[in-house]
């Protein structure tokens, strides 16, 4: 039984949420587990090098924001309150991160401890990166902290990775899929497509691992998923998103009809209008009946100030489809 958890090594709920998973799989009768960790970022501005947290804090608007995460704790109460949950869990002696930094590389390296050495090798390395995080109050965005990190897992090629540039793509990829399948908190535990958001207490993981584990896990070829990932951030609202994980769609499958469409739906939808109407004339002239591939085509045009062509497609757009009037 896999047991994916997308979380952020930034985020203390999802250090805790380890140790209750572990408490959780300690009893645990079933199928013999595999938990491996995904991207999730709660703070994507974050800087690296980071920045004390110490002065973060003393940010007005910071302080506010904060204020909403617990409306009824101040926010130094509310990190109190945590560090309280996370000495519980054994977390410690000391604990409380001393930077705002940012997590890309931390979840770089998680990746590639994943690839190098399977799910053992990656949860050790998630540990001493949230060690190094919580624990030890050290920047984990610098790449001296890393490699330190790497080495205390037994990792001791992940520093001359991350500094080749080694597997940035594939957490960007991971962390635009993770929002596109509807993560939406750190952590979230994902077993065979049921998610269970937060740290919740081991009784309630485990209920939550029982339950999942009966289910037939859905799998489909990863182009179909990527595509169906792609059109959901569409959705969303992130046209540019779509488009990173199109891009090796249009190189492979670049003559499929539907991936060239969603493709021309992201580009018109980010403004890349002239990029939008290589895809859209071909295919209006291959699928002349089909409205929306005229709709779109129509629009395109309209925006590019093409009045005249423009009227043409959305004419004959209406006239197929009468809902597109208008």
């Not at 985020?11 to 079933?30: D, F, H, M």
């Not at 000495?87 to 604990?95: F, M, N, S």
């Not at 992940?158 to 509807?182: F, I, Y």
């Not at 002239?285 to 591939?293: F, G, I, K, M, N």
Request: proline fraction near 8%; aromatic fraction near 4%; charged fraction near 25%.
């Amino acid at each position: 039984m896999r047991i994916e958890i997308w979380a952020d090594v930034v985020c203390p709920w999802a250090y805790i949420g380890k140790r209750r998973l572990e408490r959780a799989l300690a009893s645990w009768s079933g199928d013999p587990a595999e938990v491996v960790w995904r991207p999730y970022r709660i703070d994507p501005s974050a800087p690296a090098p980071g920045e004390p947290l110490a002065d973060v804090l003393r940010d007005p608007m910071v302080d506010a924001a904060l204020r909403g995460c617990a409306p009824h704790l101040t926010p130094g109460e509310n990190r109190e309150r945590v560090s309280r949950i996370a000495l519980a869990e054994g977390l410690g002696p000391r604990w409380g991160a001393g930077w705002r930094a940012s997590s890309h590389d931390a979840h770089r390296l998680i990746a590639l401890a994943h690839e190098a050495g399977g799910p053992p090798l990656q949860d050790a390395v998630a540990e001493e990166v949230m060690r190094a995080h919580f624990v030890d109050a050290l920047d984990i965005s610098l790449p001296a902290v890393l490699d330190e990190v790497s080495r205390r897992a037994g990792f001791p090629a992940g520093g001359r990775l991350l500094a080749d540039g080694a597997a940035d793509t594939t957490v960007r990829e991971l962390v635009l899929r993770g929002r596109a399948a509807g993560v939406a908190t750190s952590p979230t535990f994902v077993v065979n497509g049921a998610a269970l958001g937060g740290a919740q207490p081991p009784e309630v993981i485990h209920a939550f691992l029982a339950e999942a584990a009966g289910r037939s896990p859905r799998q489909l070829p990863e182009e179909v998923e990527r595509l169906r990932h792609a059109e959901a951030l569409l959705d969303l609202g992130d046209p540019l998103g779509a488009l990173t994980l199109l891009r090796p769609l249009l190189d492979t499958h670049g003559d499929d009809r539907g991936t060239r469409l969603l493709a021309a739906r992201a580009y018109f939808h980010s403004a890349q209008l002239n990029r939008a109407l290589r895809i859209l004339e071909p295919l209006a002239a291959q699928t002349p009946d089909d409205s929306y591939v005229q709709l779109l085509l129509g629009r395109t045009l309209q925006r590019q100030g093409d009045t005249g062509r423009a009227a043409a497609h959305l004419r004959l757009a209406a006239a197929m489809s009468p809902g597109y009037a208008g």
